[in-house]
């Protein structure tokens, strides 16, 4: 595939010969008994034969449509059977399915479209009092398909003929797109082979103890890499599991599920894991058939980690991962020490870590640093971005994570900060350079420099340092403006603040460290 950067003849050889890398496709992961449940997502109770039938079919239907092997569509569908069928029935055919969150709007939605060159678009009808259809007509693919009324489009539910013989995908291929946090404008495109993801999903689910019986509830956007691969969704189906979708992770949707399911595994980010204990003490569900809670897309504090096994009644496993790859996992049987106060140690054996200084030598053990990767599930390039590969991956293939952590003797990381310029809200990566671009556009804005804050809840909340023209525009304002530029919600800032100019560092640029000492 144009655009896309394999990995080289040495390292993949390697993969192959120690077994990281077989045949298996995405598609083939339903690994169940027949009869056996494998998808509860609202009224839908669908067994492995069942969820396999209707990917099938689906499958045969996006073929009549004119989706083929190599075609991008963006999926952008909320925790439904329709998003899990369409997943399967996508990389079945070969297309490679790029996956947006359900908070993203137009401005998201419409780069993703070009950026992939994408044939169809996939996405509901409405979210509350947002019709995804009206924003499907202007974006420039073929094909718009809805769950639910399609209006003058094409209905997922009519997405739908009798299985058949079609090419398969290669190993090789690209199976799906993710989305990076996106540091320096709009999120980059992600792309996972069928070999790698399959070893991703597959080595996460032996290592968090994944079988048969599984219970699986996500409340975390099914599009997500933890939710969807880490083990995910993919890990239990290719492990027999069931796996039961949550509309979010409030305790008010999610423990109902867990009593009436038996949940047995849950991954959240810190937020939901913060609510979650404090609701515990007053909720009247029976929690008791939690085994594991996951929680990873920002650090947790070490002092709620420990609270998880009284409070919640079960084991907490830190995970500390990126959609470009790398995963690290405290082990089901390290000591409350390691799991409390370490985001884990990497899935693979294969996985060739540096912690290098801002030399980019090698800092000496125990020492803060920035983590670099390379592995047999972490990326080469991000797709069609030759100018920011250059700068995120070393002359030899190592990724540039712009984590800076601590390496334990253990092999465990310690995670201390981000070198790179993006905003961790509870788990939603912002990228300043793109809000601060959205905050340019506004006629009553001359400046605007966008920062983290600490937040005990979120981890971090957004603050927009604005230098202004005449009148400054008011939160809400700003917050209307962006809506109006088809911004996702979760971007928009939490705090603004007017100041006469920014401070810079003796090199010119802004300073928002210095910035972020300004607020109390």
Not at 49 to 78: H, N, W
Not at 150 to 157: D, G, I, N, R
Not at 374 to 386: E, F, K
Not at 453 to 462: A, F, I, N, Q, S
Request: charged share 25%.
């Amino acid at each position: 595939m144009e655009g896309f950067t394999p990995w080289p003849p040495d390292l993949e050889a390697r993969y192959v010969a120690e077994g990281y890398w077989g045949a298996s496709l995405l598609g083939d992961v339903l690994r169940g008994e027949p009869a056996g449940l494998a998808l509860v997502a609202g009224d839908d109770r669908l067994t492995y034969a069942e969820l396999d039938r209707r990917a099938d079919r689906t499958a045969a239907g996006l073929l009549r449509l004119g989706i083929r092997r190599g075609d991008r569509v963006v999926l952008q569908l909320p925790n439904t059977a329709g998003f899990v069928v369409t997943f399967l029935a996508l990389v079945r055919v070969g297309a490679a399915p790029v996956l947006a969150l359900p908070a993203h709007r137009e401005s998201e939605i419409r780069y993703l479209c070009e950026l992939s060159e994408a044939r169809a678009y996939v996405c509901a009808e409405n979210d509350g009092d947002f019709d995804y259809r009206e924003m499907a007509r202007a974006l420039p693919v073929e094909q718009v398909i809805v769950d639910g009324d399609p209006q003058e489009f094409t209905a997922l539910a009519g997405v739908d003929a009798d299985p058949v013989e079609a090419p398969r995908p290669e190993p090789s291929d690209v199976g799906v797109f993710l989305l990076s946090g996106g540091t320096t404008g709009l999120p980059k495109l992600i792309p996972r082979t069928h070999r790698d993801y399959v070893y991703n999903l597959e080595a996460s689910a032996g290592v968090c103890g994944f079988g048969p019986e599984t219970v699986y509830l996500v409340v975390l956007p099914a599009a997500h890499n933890f939710a969807l691969a880490c083990p995910g969704i993919l890990g239990v189906f290719a492990t027999g599991g069931t796996v039961v979708l949550a509309p979010s992770g409030s305790p008010d949707d999610a423990f109902p599920l867990i009593e009436r399911e038996r949940a047995t595994v849950c991954a959240v980010v810190p937020p939901i894991a913060l609510l979650w204990l404090d609701a515990a003490s007053w909720s009247g569900e029976d929690l008791s058939s939690l085994e594991l809670l996951q929680v990873g897309g920002a650090k947790f504090a070490a002092e709620r980690a420990a609270e998880v096994p009284s409070d919640l009644g079960c084991k907490v496993q830190q995970v500390f991962g990126m959609a470009e790859g790398l995963l690290n996992y405290t082990r089901l049987d390290d000591p409350p020490e390691l799991v409390e106060r370490t985001q884990g140690r990497p899935l693979s054996p294969a996985d060739e870590i540096r912690v290098v200084g801002e030399d980019g030598a090698p800092v000496a053990p125990g020492e803060v640093g920035e983590l670099l990767t390379r592995g047999p599930y972490t990326l080469r390039g991000y797709y069609r971005a030759p100018e920011h590969n250059a700068r995120s991956f070393t002359p030899d293939g190592f990724y540039r994570t712009g984590d800076l952590v601590r390496e334990l003797p253990s092999g465990h990381l310690v995670v201390e900060g981000r070198e790179k310029d993006q905003i961790n809200r509870g788990g939603d990566k912002i990228s300043a350079e793109e809000l601060e671009n959205h905050l340019l556009a506004h006629p009553a804005v001359h400046d605007a420099a966008v920062v983290g804050v600490p937040d005990p809840l979120m981890g971090e909340r957004t603050c927009a340092f604005l230098v202004v023209r005449h009148t400054a525009p008011t939160l809400r304002e700003l917050k209307d403006f962006l809506r109006a530029r088809g911004v996702a919600a979760y971007k928009y800032p939490d705090r603004v603040e007017t100041v006469e100019g920014f401070p810079r560092t003796p090199v010119g640029k802004i300073s928002k460290k210095a910035l972020a000492a300004t607020l109390s």
